[in-house]
């Protein structure tokens, strides 16, 4: 089956920091996502990408955040300047329709530590 | 609002017994998709299986199976003879055409398998 890589799996940086996280969706989908999950606790959306630009973005997706496609594979996630409670696994997803009935494909993740 | 609800925070079951994961939800959209994703330790999300909100039969997939029950807003998961490898985190989610198509999660069931 088709994955969604992300690199690097993890990433340690210091506070106020910026970091680049990336992905490579599967390569014949549309819409494209970041996820993150704070240790032990749920997965919370951040953004939907699609058509090379923003669809929807959460309340945590604030002005230290960016996502962009670069080029036709590879989707990032950028944050300006790290604060602790950056700390958290990322997950990229993506999906070929973005409608109801269809999964989304995960990345294996990639664990933010912010020291 | 989605709002997906896990109110088992931890369940144990023996090798070899039928486990119920519990989930409940809420939407004013009658087109829906409900979904279980698995998280083992490891920390990757494997999907698990899919209900749409208009089917009619209950989802199963191999030794998944989703106990759907529209008016009370359940999507239960059922796991039939559970293994060692099925200890993991459970993430039911859902997502909605009057919410852009977003994964809301819920909280998560860990689930030890007990030998």
């Known amino acids: 089956e088709p994955e969604v890589t992300q690199t690097p799996s993890h990433q340690v940086t210091q506070m106020g920091q910026e970091v680049i996280l990336r992905c490579v969706p599967i390569?014949?989908?549309?819409?494209f996502y970041w996820y993150r999950q704070i240790l032990g606790q749920k997965v919370e959306f951040l953004v939907s990408?699609?058509?090379?630009?923003?669809?929807?973005k959460s309340e945590i997706f604030d002005d230290q955040f960016s996502v962009e496609r670069p080029d036709g594979s590879n989707f990032t996630l950028k944050i300006r300047s790290t604060k602790l409670e950056d700390s958290a696994m990322y997950f990229c997803?993506?999906?070929?329709?973005?409608?109801?009935?269809?999964?989304?494909?995960f990345g294996s993740g990639t664990q933010l530590s912010v020291l | 609002a989605q709002k997906i609800t896990q109110t088992q925070p931890g369940m144990f079951v023996q090798e070899k017994e039928a486990v119920t994961l519990d989930c409940t939800y809420d939407?004013?959209?009658?087109?829906?998709?409900l979904f279980w994703y698995k998280q083992p330790s490891s920390g990757e999300m494997i999907f698990l299986i899919y209900q749409g909100s208009y089917d009619q039969q209950n989802a199963t997939e191999g030794r998944y199976s989703l106990n759907f029950q529209k008016a009370r807003k359940s999507a239960n998961l059922v796991i039939s003879a559970s293994q060692l490898g099925d200890s993991a985190m459970y993430f039911c989610a859902m997502r909605a055409s009057n919410t852009g198509n977003q994964f809301y999660f819920g909280t998560g069931t860990s689930l030890t398998v007990i030998p």
């Open positions: 939407t004013s959209d009658p087109s829906y998709g």
């Open positions: 997803a993506s999906s070929y329709t973005g409608t109801t009935n269809e999964k989304l494909f």
């Open positions: 390569s014949n989908h549309l819409y």
């Open positions: 990408f699609y058509n090379n630009e923003i669809s929807e």
